[in-house]
């Protein structure tokens, strides 16, 4: 199979890049004289340096564009594919009823080097990265923070992405810190390249990782100090810091993880960012106004991708795979332990429209989380338009929440759960006080697991908490295991660490030295 890949980037003009994952490098490229070169791009920087900014919106445009994977399938639309496809794999999100579509299915099966979507995931983050540097060589480097402010702001963002877009690929690719520290696995791009690269060792690319972060920060704070900040669509220095924070907190350094979790809060809240309180817990998760979002985008005519969106597969309310039977609800068993005081519950429900509408009652669909306001009918809304996110501030809570119960501060990991839960469950909140500190981390691995619950959380989650995952009696195609008994995943079992995918291992020569 032959793997295309199109981002396009407006610098000026529609910049096209494409490559091939079986004959030729992803690092290729092709110009067909619409395409705008690095030089171009500094020539233009040079009068204009918003001209940047075109680029670095492809690169978060690029996040949400159908086939970013570069396979040809409709559940490739980058990372809320991944979002959905890894809590899949958790078995958290069921795919609880057969169709003729089946989209994301396969992920429940496990990982295998064949496997579109585990090839379409190592592309896709490839892909990101080499956008973002792109920028660099148009900056002129990846190291030296550019003097101009403006300039500053879109070298921090493009670090930062760069940063997104290894956390991901070390997540997916990788186990446990201490297993893999040694291990190489993933080659690492500073530059745009047209050759291969070997694999380096998980730590070599957490140092990237830091070192990404470290200058972001820096970067940012500068450009602030000049007036030039993020908007919701870029990344922003509560990103970078949150983003740090997860890096810490799965390597197991917990200190580290808390203090950048600190930073990334204070962040947020300096840009007015606050917990969702529970009276909006019910809008839909559809706008980039929304006061907790860190990063998303604003889905619009011009960049929308149709059926082939997040919205498009989990929303029953936008004419999609969802409503036409392609159902993905919550673990049965998950949904059972979620107290009845606690207001997420409502995100979980049994909608009278698709009794009425197909004859046959389906709980535990997610149409309070995740609903278009554009319509209140089935399938009413067409336009696709509804906003995404990748980022919340809930998450920053958390970490630091985990972080402190596993030092055993119990009293301050309390705190940090309890600012989410006073806007979500007022019972359990009052409760914390008086939890020992593994009931404590135990309340903290089932909120992860619910407040996070289709965004992409949850089979990290596992690895990190080392809970092996048990499929629910609402699996109806994967929940049985050969005996008859439900069908069980150990944490770190191969079936939910990604393997390499076979192209890049035929056609990069220089894998032959990966410990897959």
Known sequence: ?????????????????????????????????????????????????????????????????????????????????????????????????????????????????????????????????????????????????????????????????????????????????????????????????????????????????FEDLDSAIVAFNDAAEAGYTSTIDQPSLAVAYTLKAYAYLQMGDNVNAKANADLAIEAAQGAGKTILPKSDLNYGFNT???????????????????LCTFWGMMDLYTYSYTAAGDFKVINSDLFNQIP???????????????????????????????????????MGDRSWESDIHFMRIEECYLIAAEAEAREGHTASAATYLKAILDNRDETTAASLASMTNDQLLDEIFFNWRVEMWGEGKSLQTFKRFKKNMTCPANDPKYGIAADGSARVINYDSKEVIFAIPNQELQYNPAMKDADQ
């Open 1 to 209: 199979m032959k793997y295309k890949f199109l981002a396009y980037i407006p610098v000026m003009a529609t910049a096209l890049l494409s490559f091939s994952a079986c004959s030729e490098s992803f690092l290729d490229r092709e110009t067909d004289g619409s395409y705008i070169t690095p030089d171009q791009l500094e020539e233009s920087a040079k009068w204009n340096p918003n001209a940047l900014l075109g680029d670095l919106n492809g690169v978060t445009t690029s996040l949400i564009r159908w086939q970013a994977g570069g396979s040809d399938s409709q559940s490739d639309f980058g990372q809320k594919s991944v979002d959905i496809s890894t809590d899949i794999m958790s078995h958290d999100m069921v795919m609880s009823r057969g169709s003729n579509y089946g989209y994301f299915r396969r992920e429940a099966q496990g990982t295998a080097t064949n496997k579109n979507f585990t090839s379409s995931n190592w592309y896709f983050y490839y892909k990101v990265v080499d956008a973002c540097n792109f920028t660099f060589t148009t900056l002129g480097s990846d190291t030296q923070i550019p003097e101009d402010a403006s300039k500053k702001l879109y070298f921090a963002q493009a670090k930062t992405a760069r940063a997104f877009a290894y956390s991901n690929l070390v997540n997916l690719f990788t186990g446990d810190y201490a297993t893999y520290k040694n291990k190489k696995v993933l080659p690492i791009y500073r530059e745009q390249s047209t050759t291969y690269k070997a694999p380096q060792t998980t730590e070599n690319v957490y140092k990237l990782i």
């Open 288 to 306: 980039v106004n929304n006061n907790d979002w860190l990063w998303g985008v604003d889905v619009t005519a011009d960049n929308t991708g149709g």
């Open 340 to 378: 009845e005081s606690d207001a997420r519950r409502g995100w979980f429900t049994n909608s009278p429209y698709y009794v009425a509408w197909q004859g046959s009652p389906l709980a535990l669909l997610p149409t309070g989380k995740f609903h278009s306001d554009r319509s209140s009918e089935i």
